[in-house]
């Protein structure tokens, strides 16, 4: 369709220059699996005729082979090109077709609908202008179908066609197509989604693709090409707040000194002031420098070289925007992530940020919330695993100049990169704190009233939640046996690997508790086992608030230890024993508690002048004077694992 002009013949550099003004529309098509979305790209570049006769040639004779349709022409090969995806008949990554018409150019994302490959659908979205979300009509709307219209409108596209497809299968029914729109209504009235259109199709047999379908005559809207052509996307880009990342500082020579980058959005006109973050210096714009040559004025998303009349430090990373209306600056924010990693987001963790032409290393500071993309219901959770979407806080070392995602999408959006392996692992949209008269704030964006009220009661913290927060079990692990055994070492160490896998557990020292709660008591047998009780107090109270606690005391006496088991409850008790040769824990003395019980000034050593009860049915037994510190830390994590308090 794109050569379907007159000044082909007559006039072929006007035909080029107005192609070039054409007007640019980014789509994607999404849905779950097998609705059809290669089926109708490869349809629509068949029927608009921007298929080349080699091209059909080799698409006919692949179709014998590694078609769906019984040998017939399968239009899905024209964007499934990978061997992984013709031999399973799926989408695996993100295929991307150009055309045009006589009216705009085109650029499309077929994504893929598996759910396993949602971040590739992710990225392929966040470009686009518009959606178009198949429904295989025999099916209706199913999870995926909602996972990828509650990505669509996370990604703040203002634009999506929701096409009912397979109607060939479902007799062209007018009761089945209204049926799957109420139900795609009901669920997309709790998503931001401005502009909704139906279209019911046949991708396979090009009904209502580009021609109007001849089976359906009680459907007299637009057809899905119309659709695209006419679609109105020039008041989604943001005109008014200007902002400039800055990518690379041009010196040529020396009498020339620009500063280069795409607008991101706003317009930008020769003479007008501007300002430079973060130093805050302000100039005018002296000249605006493109490709072409110079120009009175830009905006976004021309690529275009700026110069000042003054000399102001500017270099990449800084943004140049107007002093009447500049972005937030800010080392914190909140942000909504889509997690793109098979490993887990753990909270702490040091990522690299990049927004813009920044790149910031910084830390998820809490997960505030999981979004479950069926219900948009929010759910505590301690970290977020491969596809899944959730609410952070999240801090940088250094200041970001931002907006939120759903004012400016180029300077509200970022990605975080692992630093180690320097692979892509989350991508993510800034969400305003505060309310942001100009935009709509999304549902799942929309927090509980914060206003106190005397009559209304603070609801508490569930100890349900706790644990989707901390993502463990509650438990108190008492790390018994002689002075020198390694009751201490072995509990930091577990101690760190629970901390480094995203956990939460807290060390109980008896000899630090004698230097604060217990520092009344002594040594006697009776003092022993009164710091002991006041231990078991304390880890009931760390567990009843979700934690791990690790208490590393002498707890000498077995019916000591059985009482203080009653009291934190059997499920909750685990008892580790560090079995070592009175030999080996007087040759290591860590605190000279021996050389104390030798001289006489402490007579009362377990051991060592005071009788010492090993656990007659310990959970676990470590022989500390045969296995390494790793070792012993290997096994009580293991333990934990097998008894699911840790994940």
């Given amino acids: 369709m794109s050569h379907q002009s007159d000044l082909i013949a007559t006039d072929i550099d006007a035909y080029l220059a107005q ?15 097998d609705d059809g979305k290669s089926t109708l790209i490869g349809r629509l570049l068949y029927d608009s005729k921007m298929l080349y006769e080699d091209q059909l040639a080799q698409l006919e004779s692949e179709s014998k082979t590694h078609g769906t349709t019984g040998g017939d022409f399968d239009p899905a090969l024209v964007t499934d090109g990978l061997k992984a995806e013709r031999e399973q008949g799926i989408t695996i990554d993100v295929a991307y077709r150009y055309f045009s018409t006589a009216r705009r150019k085109f650029i499309i994302a077929d994504t893929p609908g598996h759910e396993q490959y949602t971040r590739n659908m992710a990225t392929g979205g966040s470009t686009a202008d518009l959606a178009v979300i198949l429904i295989d009509a025999r099916h209706g709307v199913l999870t995926q179908t909602k996972r990828h219209s509650f990505i669509v409108s996370l990604l703040g596209i203002r634009h999506v066609v929701v096409t009912i497809n397979k109607m060939d299968l479902v007799d062209f029914g007018q009761d089945r197509f209204d049926q799957i729109c109420a139900e795609y209504r009901e669920f997309a009235a709790r998503l931001d989604l401005p502009e909704l259109h139906f279209i019911p199709i046949s991708a396979l047999g090009g009904d209502n693709v580009v021609e109007p379908s001849p089976h359906m005559p009680w ?73 072409d040559g110079e120009v009175e004025e ?16 500017c270099s990449r990373g800084d943004m140049i925007v107007r002093p009447g209306n500049v972005p937030k600056v800010s080392y914190d924010f909140d942000a909504m992530l889509v997690w793109m990693s098979p490993e887990a987001m753990v909270p702490g963790k040091t990522y690299l940020f990049k927004h813009t032409t920044q790149s910031v290393p910084g830390q998820i500071e809490s997960l505030r919330y999981r979004v479950d993309v069926n219900t948009l219901h929010r759910s505590p959770a301690p970290e977020l695993q491969l596809n899944e979407i959730g609410r952070c806080t999240i801090a940088l070392s250094q200041s970001l100049f931002y907006d939120s995602y759903r004012r400016n999408r180029s300077t509200g959006a970022f990605i975080m990169v692992d630093r180690i392996s320097n692979v892509t692992v989350a991508a993510g949209m800034i969400t305003a704190r505060e309310p942001d008269k100009k935009s709509k704030p999304a549902p799942w964006e929309i ?66 508790l004698r230097r604060g709660l217990s520092g009344d008591l002594g040594f006697s047998s009776d003092d022993r086992s009164e710091n002991f009780r006041r231990c078991a107090q304390m880890a009931r109270l760390l567990n009843d608030n979700g934690f791990i606690c690790l208490a590393a005391l002498i707890a000498p006496d077995e019916s000591v230890r059985a009482k203080a088991r009653e009291l934190l409850g059997e499920e909750k008790s685990i008892t580790v024993y560090l079995d070592a040769p009175l030999e080996v824990c007087r040759d290591r003395d860590p605190r000279g508690h021996y050389a104390d019980a030798q001289e006489g000034q402490m007579p009362k050593l377990p051991g060592a002048g005071a009788p010492y009860e090993p656990p007659t049915n310990p959970d676990l037994v470590l022989k500390t004077d045969e296995s390494t510190v790793d070792e012993c830390v290997e096994q009580v994590v293991a333990l934990l694992r097998e008894r699911k308090l840790i994940r």
């Fill in 19 to 33: 192609h070039e003004r054409k007007e640019l529309l980014r789509f994607i098509t999404c849905g779950s699996v």
């Fill in 219 to 291: 459907y007299r809207g637009s057809t899905l090409m119309n659709m695209l052509e006419t679609v109105y996307i020039g008041s989604d880009r943001n005109l008014e707040d200007f902002r400039f990342p800055v990518q690379y500082v041009n010196r040529p020579n020396l009498d020339f000194r620009g500063f280069c980058g795409t607008i991101a959005s706003g317009i930008i006109r020769k003479g007008d002031e501007i300002m430079v973050l973060p130093a805050r210096k302000t100039s005018k714009v002296k000249s605006i420098v493109t490709f």
């Fill in 298 to 313: 830009a905006f976004t998303p021309q690529s275009i070289t700026l110069t000042l009349e003054d000399e102001i430090d």
């Fill in 447 to 512: 927090e509980q009233s914060q206003t106190p009220s005397p009559s209304k009661e603070v609801e508490v913290v569930t100890s349900q939640e706790r644990q989707a927060r901390l993502g463990q079990l509650p438990a108190t692990v008492l790390f018994t046996g002689l002075s020198g055994s390694g009751k201490t070492t072995v509990a930091r160490g577990v101690e760190r690997a629970l901390f480094d896998a995203g956990r939460t557990a807290i060390v109980l020292d008896g000899e630090d």
